[in-house]
């Protein structure tokens, strides 16, 4: 929850290569105060069975950047494991992005929510509302 001297952030991931929302993908969030400022992991969470991830930590007072890792390479090896048990397929169809980092500017007082759009073999990101 963004206050007058924070600003909050949320997000979800949707898989475009099956059309549903990606669920068990670990987020780590970190904040830094300033362009040059060093980066302080503040925790994460993954993604529930809508894609989404409801319980990133607050941001502290002052940040100014914002940093989402998504590590997308193990949600990947589950889904292509999966989908061997059903039908064995030649071609490797793990990720090409073993993660994805979004970096952003915030500022206080604001909410920003990103929203990931998630293939094997590209992603899309933009601020939603």
């Known amino acids: 929850m963004s206050t007058e001297t924070t600003a909050s952030v949320s997000t979800h991931i949707l898989d475009t290569s099956i059309g549903k929302p990606a669920e068990g993908v670990a987020i780590s969030l970190s904040a830094r105060t300033g362009l040059g400022g060093e980066w302080?992991?503040?925790?994460?969470?993954?993604?529930?069975?809508?894609?989404?991830?409801?319980?990133?930590?607050?941001?502290?007072?002052?940040?100014?950047?914002?940093?989402?890792?998504?590590?997308?390479?193990?949600?990947?090896?589950?889904?292509?494991?999966?989908?061997?048990?059903?039908?064995?397929?030649?071609?490797?169809?793990?990720?090409?992005?073993?993660?994805?980092?979004?970096?952003?500017?915030?500022n206080p007082g604001e909410h920003y929510h990103v929203p990931l759009l998630l293939n094997p073999f590209g992603y899309s990101v933009y601020r939603g509302s």
């Open 40 to 106: 302080a992991a503040l925790g994460g969470s993954a993604t529930d069975a809508d894609g989404r991830c409801k319980d990133l930590p607050a941001l502290p007072e002052g940040t100014t950047h914002v940093r989402l890792d998504f590590e997308t390479e193990t949600y990947f090896a589950k889904k292509q494991a999966e989908a061997q048990q059903d039908a064995p397929r030649v071609r490797d169809s793990g990720a090409f992005f073993p993660e994805v980092t979004i970096t952003f500017a915030v």
